[in-house]
């Protein structure tokens, strides 16, 4: 004769929530769905932490025009650390650039300058500075007279 196993309620109810996965635990696709969230996590803080190192775009003044001596570019380090910064003077019109300075390791709250030099005759001119983003540069042009001093200038940011 064969024996006939009885259970209780109780243990029928906890037999069944025991076969199943715990609301606690996740599932294996949830492990795999949380792992790809840690995964994309650290890739956007990468980035993040990539992109605040290096300026993605140089800052550039609006254009000014000019008709007298020559032009100073002047970029300024706002940041807390040192960067690298260059200087360039370009033509509004045409992009085409008048004179250019080489990277210059710019301390913090210091400048990086530069002067066109010569008399540029009249025309519209533009300052790009790179190695500074918005939040830690800013770039100023200047016009100046035959005494050197700044008669017309236009920053950014």
Do not use: H
């Not at 025991?18 to 635990?25: K, V």
């Not at 940041?79 to 080489?102: C, E, F, K, Q, W």
């Not at 002067?115 to 100046?144: D, E």
């Amino acid at each position: 004769m064969k024996r006939i196993r009885t259970y209780s309620a109780w243990a029928f109810v906890g037999r069944c929530l025991a076969s199943r996965p715990s609301r606690l635990e996740p599932s294996r696709s949830g492990r795999r769905g949380r792992i790809l969230q840690v995964v994309l996590a650290a890739g956007a803080w990468a980035t993040l932490m990539v992109g605040s190192s290096q300026a993605a775009s140089p800052l550039t003044t609006p254009p000014i025009a000019f008709v007298s001596n020559d032009v100073v570019c002047i970029a300024t380090n706002l940041g807390t650390r040192p960067a690298t910064v260059g200087v360039d003077i370009l033509d509004a019109p045409t992009g085409a650039l008048y004179a250019s300075a080489a990277p210059t390791v710019v301390a913090p709250f210091s400048s990086a300058s530069l002067n066109s030099g010569a008399s540029i005759g009249s025309g519209f001119y533009i300052c790009r500075a790179s190695g500074l983003s918005r939040t830690t540069g800013r770039v100023t042009l200047c016009g100046t007279n035959t005494f050197g001093s700044c008669v017309a200038s236009v920053s950014a940011p």
